[in-house]
C-alpha cells in the first residue's frame, strides 16, 4: 500500500519538477525474478526507475539511511534491504536471495555510490545473486541533470542471459570480470 502511494506520488511530481524521457521500456520484464542493475547519479535514481516498473523493486539500500527513524519507516515499508557496504551481512544476502527465489525483482547499483563522471569498479555481490537464483540482469542507464525542469533519459537494457555461466565453479576474478561486463554494457547503453 504504501509502495503504491509513493509511486504515485512520485510519478506526479516526476511530470512537474523534472523532464524525463524513458526508452527501452518493453525491455522490462513483466513476470519472473531479475536483477535490475543501473548506474547510480543521484539519490532519486532508484525512484524514477521504479515508476517505471508495474511491480515492486526491492532495492538494496546503505544502512546509513535507516538511522533516521522516520526515512527508516519509509524504507522498511518500501521493501527495502539494508546493506553495510564495508561488512555485508548474512541477514542481507538471505534476503536479497529470498526476494530473487520469490520471483521478485532485486534493485542493485552495483558502483555501491553515486558516480559522476569517472567510472569507478562495480562490486561483485549481484552477479552472485543472479547466478545462484538462475536470475537475467536488467541494465538500466540514468543520465542527464536531476535538476528543476533538466532533462534525465532513462534507457532500460535487455534483460541480459548468466546461463552460460549456471552451475560452474567461477573464481573471484571471473566473477569480477562478468560485472565489469555488465556495467559496461549499462554506460553503452543509448
Not at 13 to 19: A, K, L, Q, S, Y
Not at 34 to 45: K, Q, T
Not at 62 to 84: A, C, F, Q, S
Not at 111 to 139: N, Q, Y
Amino acid at each position: 500500500m504504501v509502495y503504491r502511494f509513493c509511486r504515485a506520488l512520485v510519478s506526479i511530481i516526476n511530470i512537474i519538477w523534472f523532464n524525463f524521457t524513458f526508452y527501452g521500456k518493453e525491455n522490462i520484464p513483466d513476470q519472473g525474478r531479475y536483477v535490475l542493475c543501473a548506474n547510480h547519479m543521484s539519490l532519486y535514481d532508484p525512484v524514477v526507475i521504479a515508476t517505471q516498473i508495474k511491480r515492486q523493486v526491492h532495492y538494496v539500500a546503505k544502512i546509513e539511511l535507516y538511522k533516521n527513524p522516520l526515512l527508516r519507516w519509509l524504507m522498511v515499508h518500501l521493501g527495502t534491504i539494508p546493506v553495510d557496504r564495508d561488512n555485508v551481512s548474512m541477514h542481507t544476502m538471505r534476503e536479497a536471495m529470498t526476494v530473487l527465489k520469490n520471483d521478485g525483482i532485486l534493485g542493485i547499483f552495483p558502483e555501491g555510490t553515486r558516480v559522476r563522471g569517472e567510472r569507478i569498479k562495480p562490486m561483485d555481490g549481484f552477479v552472485v545473486f543472479a547466478l545462484k537464483t538462475k536470475s537475467p540482469v536488467l541494465p538500466v542507464h540514468v543520465r542527464g541533470e536531476f535538476k528543476f525542469r533538466g532533462k534525465v533519459d532513462v534507457i532500460f537494457g535487455k534483460p541480459i542471459d548468466l546461463s552460460e555461466y549456471y552451475g560452474k565453479k567461477l573464481k573471484a576474478e571471473e566473477i569480477s570480470k562478468i560485472s565489469e561486463k555488465i556495467m559496461d554494457n549499462i554506460y553503452d547503453l543509448h
